[in-house]
């Protein structure tokens, strides 16, 4: 049974930083694709951010470009998404996602099979 656990979120002030962190077990996930998604009040959630646990690219929406970074460790099976310079928009719930169909496909929540349960980003003005 494959488990995601979220962790880091917490209330920011814009332009700071804050690092989630995705603990992954169950399953070894050498072959995985990683993602993380957000869902912010009253909308769908949307894609911010994926990584193949084997390595490569990362691959990152047009919103987040620049500002957050997704990374790996394999020794700790651990997804992290490094955010920097964050904004009032950038407020909302964040999902850590994972599927081994490497479909070449990773910007839809339809592209994951597992799920966490979320950890809450609040960026304040």
């Known amino acids: 049974q494959v488990q995601l656990v979220e962790s880091g979120g917490g209330l920011v002030q814009a332009g700071g930083s804050l690092r989630l962190s995705c603990a992954a077990s169950g399953r070894t996930f050498s072959s995985y694709t990683m993602g993380w998604f957000r869902q912010a009040q009253g909308k769908e959630r949307r894609f911010v951010a994926a990584?193949?646990?084997?390595?490569?690219?990362?691959l990152y929406a047009d919103s987040v470009k620049g500002r957050f970074t997704i990374s790996r460790d394999s020794a700790k099976n651990t997804v992290y998404l490094q955010m920097n310079s964050l904004k009032p928009e950038d407020t909302a719930l964040y999902y850590c996602?994972?599927?081994?169909?490497?479909?070449?496909?990773?910007?839809?929540?339809?592209?994951?099979?597992?799920w966490g349960q979320g950890t809450q980003v609040t960026v304040s003005t």
């Open positions: 990584i193949r646990w084997s390595g490569g690219s990362a």
């Open positions: 996602a994972a599927t081994a169909f490497n479909s070449g496909s990773y910007y839809s929540r339809n592209d994951y099979d597992y």
